[in-house]
């Protein structure tokens, strides 16, 4: 299987996809080995097929803003693969959102959903718009209009949309709202619901509560802790402050915080009423450097990030290549041994690269923040059930997930040579072999 090759089809048919064919390209490459020792696997064009849509919807959205302007912005649903069960995936409503963005993060999802061993297939979707200053009834009527034409795609059998950037519990409730008005159902068609209507205990918190239950096993593995350790985290999102709020809770100190215009920083650590404060802020329309300004200890650098601060593990939970080969360096230099990836594809391949070649033990996102999606699985269960979890139920099922996928980068990701295994390969190979095994036990599809 000449994976070059079909690289190269993808620059050529999209040469403006960067992050999709940057995503592709750590794929196939971590998959490499595997697909030297099982040929045929990649019959019958199978990563080709792997690599193309099922099915990608572009519709146009129109909303009226509250001074009665008339506004159009463009809305996508990528449903990349279905062979494992439903498509499932978030929405994320931000600026940058486009078919590239979109694909890279449907592809993602198709590893990380088969990780979870949820009975979940793959999509992604949402919409250029951006709701930083729109008023709630702004965002009400976007998310009317939004669902006003998604809902002919989706079902609970056919395809399970839920959160992602700039689409919260809010965001939801609303989508949820409209499709049940259009559909004349009431079912479980979106994940990440109000807890008065369907939603899990604990969604709001899983990637977060994932990402460190992931950290603590990987630390295990190695005869360490996170207690006492200096953990960096980048973002101030639901992944963010969730991710932190657990480290704390496990006696980690979390020593950054940051959003798009800078960094806050204390030595000490955060505390977690800092953290619940950071949150009220942020539904107010503030940033980190708020908290700054009213939080003893806490200091602010604009336009700076995480990565230069003494630590042991870094979480990088804000965004795509968030963290390059620049900051991986300052990372090393800072003496941190551990990069956990709390969002999807946060370094870029030239980070990877420095990262894994420092020894620093590195978990891709598709691994170590499936906590999000895996409790989506578990919402999904709930509601075809009828029924609700608790809490402390919900955080059980969360944490085995956690452990599962755990073992299985472990299993292929090789952890005999007494440093942390490889993940990214585990990840890819257990992922993949999943979806690759029902694409083929279905057919030429
Ligand atoms: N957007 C989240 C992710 O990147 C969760 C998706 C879901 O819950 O369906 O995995």
Request: aromatic share 6%; charged share 20%.
């Amino acid at each position: 299987m000449d994976i070059n090759a079909v690289i190269q089809r993808l620059e050529q048919r999209d040469p403006h996809d960067t992050h999709f064919r940057q995503a592709a390209k750590g794929l196939l490459g971590s998959l490499d080995g595997y697909l030297k020792d099982h040929p045929e696997i990649a019959d019958s064009a199978l990563l080709e097929r792997l690599l193309e849509p099922e099915r990608t919807v572009i519709f146009r959205v129109t909303w009226v803003d509250d001074h009665g302007a008339t506004r159009v912005n463009r809305g996508y649903r990528v449903q990349m693969n279905g062979a494992l069960g439903p498509y499932k995936g978030g929405l994320r409503f931000h600026p940058s959102v486009n078919l590239d963005i979109l694909r890279f993060l449907a592809l993602e999802q198709t590893i990380k959903n088969a990780l979870t061993g949820l009975p979940l297939g793959a999509g992604k979707g949402g919409s250029d718009f951006d709701p930083k200053g729109r008023s709630d009834g702004e965002i009400m009527r976007f998310c009317q209009a939004f669902m006003s034409e998604l809902y002919r795609h989706i079902g609970p059998d056919i395809d399970v949309p839920a959160g992602d950037m700039g689409v919260g519990t809010r965001e939801v409730g609303y989508l949820f709202g409209m499709y049940r008005k259009l559909s004349g159902t009431f079912s479980g068609t979106l994940t990440g619901k109000g807890p008065t209507f369907g939603g899990s205990a604990l969604r709001p918190e899983a990637t977060g509560y994932g990402l460190v239950y992931f950290a603590q096993q990987a630390l295990r593995c190695q005869d360490d802790t996170l207690e006492g350790k200096a953990v960096a985290v980048s973002g101030a999102g639901s992944v963010a402050r969730h991710a932190a709020l657990k480290a704390i809770e496990m006696g980690a100190r979390v020593v950054t915080l940051s959003d798009s215009r800078g960094l806050i920083h204390r030595q000490q650590g955060f505390d977690a009423e800092q953290v619940g404060e950071l949150a009220r802020i942020k539904a107010n329309g503030g940033g980190v450097a708020d908290l700054a300004g009213q939080a003893t200890g806490v200091s602010y650098h604009e336009n700076e990030k995480p990565w230069a601060r003494a630590c042991d593990v870094a979480l990088p939970c804000a965004t795509q290549n968030e963290l390059d080969q620049h900051d991986a360096r300052a990372l090393v230099k800072g003496g941190c041994r551990w990069l956990l990836e709390g969002a999807n594809m946060p370094c870029t391949a030239g980070a990877v690269a420095v990262v894994r070649e420092a020894g620093l033990g590195y978990a891709p996102g598709k691994a170590a923040n499936a906590g999000g999606v895996a409790v989506s699985g578990l919402e999904m269960s709930q509601n075809s059930l009828r029924e609700y979890w608790s809490a402390s139920e919900v955080d059980r099922r969360l944490y085995g997930l956690m452990e599962n996928i755990h073992r299985q980068c472990v299993e292929h990701g090789g952890g005999d040579h007494g440093g942390p295994p490889d993940y990214e390969t585990g990840a890819a190979v257990a992922g993949f072999s999943r979806v690759a095994e029902a694409m083929r036990g279905q057919g030429i599809l």
